[in-house]
């Protein structure tokens, strides 16, 4: 006859050591200081899209810390009209079946006057000065991991593309240096091309990036814009005095 194994479950026999309660305490809060110390150090990745092919333009960013999407902006058409003197982007949703525009939204962006600039207070002024030299460390410690730009163009007449391709090359060059020399890049081969098309008309782009800073860094720039603004409008007449 085969032996049955036979296994009985007693509750009364589970109890928990003296002092078993505290340790498991100690290891949470352990791991809650662990947490918050390794935090800073997680990645956040930035990518950025744009896409304009004749009468289709998309603007596509996206958000990841470490490997997960956390959130996702994306603009199907981005229009500029310009009136006025101030700015008017339309935004645009998709198109149904019958080519109708689904949803559609304007939003105003005035420029800003001399006046309402020369009014402002010298706290205002600083703490936008301030806000410009913590935008500097936090260009700063940005890492591009990933360049691509390529332009594709094309006149009915060879030689007015053959001029259009080279102001395209130089002005990549000059903005390039330039991307160069406010964030670190880190991409082995970059990807800048202008594609000439000399049989007819074509105006083409796509435009990819991603970039990529560490939590830490948006943590300490967080907390340098709020103590600059409570210095700046609230602590300065006690500083004065104490001074």
């Given at each position: 006859?085969?032996?049955?194994?036979?296994?009985?479950?007693?509750?009364?026999?589970?109890?928990?050591?003296?002092?078993?309660?505290?340790?498991?305490?100690?290891?949470?809060?352990?791991l809650?200081?662990?947490?918050?110390?390794?935090?800073?150090?997680?990645?956040?990745?930035?990518?950025?899209?744009?896409?304009?092919?004749?009468?289709?333009?998309?603007?596509?960013?996206?958000?990841?810390?470490?490997?997960?999407?956390?959130?996702?902006?994306?603009?199907?058409?981005?229009q500029w009209?310009?009136?006025?003197?101030?700015?008017i982007?339309?935004?645009?949703?998709?198109?149904?079946?019958?080519?109708?525009?689904?949803?559609?939204?304007?939003?105003?962006?005035?420029?800003?006057k001399?006046?309402?600039?020369?009014?402002?207070?010298?706290?205002?002024?600083?703490?936008?000065?301030?806000?410009i030299?913590?935008?500097?460390?936090?260009?700063?410690?940005?890492?591009?991991?990933?360049?691509?730009?390529?332009?594709?163009?094309?006149?009915?007449?060879?030689?007015v593309?053959?001029?259009?391709?080279?102001?395209?090359?130089?002005?990549?060059?000059?903005?390039?240096?330039?991307?160069?020399?406010?964030?670190?890049?880190?991409?082995?081969?970059?990807?800048?091309?202008?594609?000439?098309?000399?049989?007819?008309?074509?105006?083409?782009?796509?435009?990819h990036?991603?970039f990529?800073?560490?939590?830490?860094?948006?943590?300490?720039?967080?907390?340098?814009?709020?103590?600059?603004?409570?210095?700046l409008?609230?602590l300065?007449?006690?500083?004065?005095?104490?001074?």
């Open positions: 006859m085969p032996h049955i194994l036979a296994f009985r479950w007693n509750t009364n026999t589970i109890r928990l050591a003296p002092g078993t309660g505290a340790t498991v305490s100690m290891l949470f809060i352990l809650i200081v662990l947490s918050f110390l390794l935090l800073p150090l997680l990645p956040v990745y930035f990518d950025v899209r744009y896409r304009w092919q004749e009468k289709d333009e998309r603007f596509q960013i996206k958000l990841y810390l470490w490997r997960g999407l956390v959130s996702r902006l994306e603009v199907p058409l981005l009209q310009g009136r006025n003197l101030s700015a982007f339309r935004l645009k949703a998709g198109k149904d079946k019958e080519g109708k525009v689904l949803a559609r939204r304007k939003v105003k962006v005035p420029w800003f001399f006046p309402k600039v020369m009014s402002l207070s010298a706290p205002s002024v600083a703490f936008l000065w301030r806000i030299q913590i935008n500097r460390y936090l260009l700063g410690k940005v890492n591009c991991i990933r360049v691509r730009w390529v332009t594709e163009i094309g006149f009915n007449d060879p030689a593309t053959g001029i259009a391709v080279g102001f395209l090359w130089g002005v990549k060059s000059y903005l390039y240096h330039h991307f160069r020399r406010v964030v670190k890049v880190d991409c082995v081969d970059p990807v800048i091309r202008v594609i000439p098309h000399f049989t007819g008309s074509r105006l083409q782009m796509d435009y990036c991603i990529a800073i560490r939590l830490g860094y948006i943590i300490i720039a967080g907390f340098k814009v709020i103590w600059s603004f409570i210095r409008f609230f300065k007449g006690v500083t004065g005095r104490a001074g």
